[in-house]
C-alpha cells in the first residue's frame, strides 16, 4: 500500500514540475530559446506585456509635440549649427495659451525639443552658450522649458523633452565636441559649475568621452530642475557625422531610469517610432514585436518600418519577443516648425480628428505637433482646429450608448483591471441595450497589463430585422480599437474573435455615434489638365506604396469650387465633372445641407499633355523610364542607374512659360533616391545649359512629401532641366514621382 502511495505522490510531482514549466510569467521581455516550437513562441508573445510606465503612456493617447528655435525665424526645418542666437528674436512668450489650446484638444502630455539638430538650447544651461542665454528674449533670462513647466502644472498636462543627440552647433563649432576624438574617461556627471549649484545631489561616474559627458550633462539639468518628466524623446536623424562619434546610451538610460523613474524612453526599448511622419497607419499595429538582440541592452536600434511587424511569421523569425508601443507622429502644419500663416498648409479639424481616431484606435499613440509662431503663441487658426479636434472628441467618446446595456459586467463596467477570458469554446460577447440606437464606432480593448495583445481577427455584428449582420472586421486589438463603420440602428451587438493567440481577454466594449460630415476632399489632375475631385480617403491605413486602404464614410454631399482664390461657399460653382486647371488655385469645399466641410486648396502648375522628353543622365528599366517624371501620374516613377552624380533630366514644356516655382514630389515606394539637393538650368535650344536656381530639401527620407521651390525671380524659357546634386542618406541614385513648374 505505501509503494502505491509513493507511486501516485510521484505521478502528482511530476504533473506539477510539468505544470511549472508550461508556465509563463508576464512580462515586457521573452526570449525564444533555440528549439521552441512555433506554439511555445506564440505562447510567449501571449504573455509579453507593457511595464507600467509603458501602460501610462499608452492611456495618454494624444500627446502634443513643440518644436521652436532659430528655425521659427529663419523659416527652415533643419538649421545649420551656425546660426547667431540672436536670430532667435523673441519678444513675448504664452506657455499658458499653448497649454489652454491643447488641453482643449484632450491631450495630456506635451513634449518640447528643448535641443534640436542645430544645438541651440531652449533652456539655461550651464554647460554652454548656444542657446536662449545668448539671445535678446528677456535679455538673455529667458527659459522657455521652465516657462512650460509651470504652465504644464498650472493645466494639469505632464511634461517630456526632446533633446536632439546630433548636434550641428558641436559639429560645426571649431571648439565643438562632437566628434572630437576626445579619449575615454571616468567622469562626473554631472560637472560642477562654480556659482550654479544643483540641489539634487546625485552623482554619476561614467567613462565617456567630451561629447557624451555635454550630453549627460544636458541631461541632468533637464532631469532634475524642472519638475517630472514623463517621456524623453531622442531622435535618430543625422544630418552631419564626424569623428565617428558614438552615443553612449547605456549611461544615458542609467542616468534617466534614476532621475526620471516614470519616463518612457522614446527610440529606444520603450517607444518607436510609427515609421512615417504623416500621421498615416498600419491596418495591424502589433506592439509585440521581434528584435534580434536583447532589447535592454541592445547600443543601435533600426527604425521599424515595415508594414508587418508583429504577425505570426515575424514572430517565428525573432530572438526576442518585446513590448513596444507605436508614437503616430505629424505635425498641424506643413513641416515642422512655424513659418507662416499664409503658404505653410494647415491641417483641418477634419484630418485630425481622423488621424486621432486611427492612432488612438488602432493600438498607439497620437504625437501631434503644434510649432508656436514668432510671437511665442499658437496661431489662432492652429488654435482654431485643436478646440474644434476636442469638441468632437467630447462629443463622441463621452457619451457611450451602452452604459444601460446588459451583458458581462467585465466588459462594460469601466473598469480597465476587469475582464472577461474567452475560451475555445465560446469566443463572442453579446450585449443588450434597453431601447434601439443609431451607433456608427465601437471601442474594444484588451487586458494587456496581464494578458498582453491576444487578439488576432474579430467582427463586429448587429442584430437587424431579426437577423445578426456583420458590420465590422478588423485584425488585432491591443490596448485600443475603434472599428468605424456606416451608421445602423440596433438593441443588440455581438463581438466575436476570430482568430487568437491563446484565451483573449476582454477588458472594454462601447458604442458611440459620430454625426456623418461634409468629407474631406482630394484632387487629382491628369496630362490634359482635368482635374477631379472627390472625398479623401479617410479610412487611410498606411503601406509601402501610399496606397489608401478603404472608402469613406460620407454620403449626401455637394462640392463647390472656385478659380480666383476667394472661398468657395454654396454660391460658388457646382462641381459635377472633371474641370480644367492650368497655372491656377482650386479651392473647394463639400456641404451637407447647410454643414460645411473643410476647405482644400491646390496651386496647379502647367499642363504636361505636350511635355516631351528630350533627355536623361540614365534610366533604371522602361519601368522607372524618365518620361514617368511628369505623366500626372505619383504612382509611376522615374529612377536613375547608380551612376556619377549629377543625374538630370531635361524637358520641352512644348511651349514658352514665364517659371516661378518647381515642385518635387518624391516617390514613396522604397526610401531610396530622394532628391535632396540640386539646380534648375534653363535653355535656349535645348542643347546649351544655364543654372539659374539651386535648391534643397530636408527631412525627405522621414517626410516624403511634395516640397515645392519658389525661384528667387521668374524665368521665361520652354527647355528646363533638373539636376540632382545630392541624395538623401547618400543614396547613388535619384528618383522622382512627380516634376512640377508653376
Known sequence: MQKVILFFFGLLLLSCRAEQQSFIAPQSTIKIEEGDTQEAIIGKAAHVVPTENQLDALRNEFIAFIHFGPNTFTRKEWGSGMEDPAIFDLKTLDTDQWCRAMKAAGMKMVILTVKHHDGFVLWQSRYTDHGIMSSGFLDGKGDILKSLSESCQKYGLKLGVYLSPADLYQIENPKGLYGNLSEYTKRTIPREIPGRPFENKTTFEFEVDDYNEYFLNQLFEILTEYGEIHEVWFDGAHPKTKGGQKYNYPAWKELIRTLAPKAVIFGREDIRWCGNEAGATRATEWNVITYPEDPHTATQFTDLTDIDLGSREKLYQGKYLHYQQAETNTSIREGWFYRDDTHQKIRSADDVFDMYERSVGGNSTFLLNIPPNREGTFSQRDVEVLEEVGKRIRETYEVNLLQEAKGPKQVLDDDPDTYLLLGKNKREIVVTLPVSATINRLMVQEAIATHSERVEQHAVDAWIDGQWKEIATATNIGYKRILRFPEVTTHKLRLRVLESRLDPAISHISAYYYPTRPPQLAFTRDKEGMVTIAPL??????????????????????????????????????????IKVENNILKAVSFNNEEQGPVHSEVFGIVKKNWVLLGASSQRSDRMAAHHAFDANRRTYWQSQEDAMPHFIAIDLGDEYELKAMAYTPQTFHGDGMMERGNIQISNDGKNWKTVETFGFGNLINDPTPRTHPFTNPVTTRYIRVQATGIAGNGRSVTIAELDFL
Not at 491605413?541 to 449626401?556: D, I, M, R, S, V
Request: hydrophobic share 20%; charged share 15%.
Open 537 to 578: 480617403q479617410t479610412e487611410f491605413n498606411w503601406n509601402p506604396h501610399g496606397e489608401n486602404a478603404a472608402g469613406n464614410l460620407n454620403t449626401g454631399y455637394e462640392i463647390f469650387y472656385t478659380l480666383d482664390g476667394s472661398e468657395p461657399n454654396q454660391t460658388s460653382r457646382l462641381y459635377e465633372n472633371p
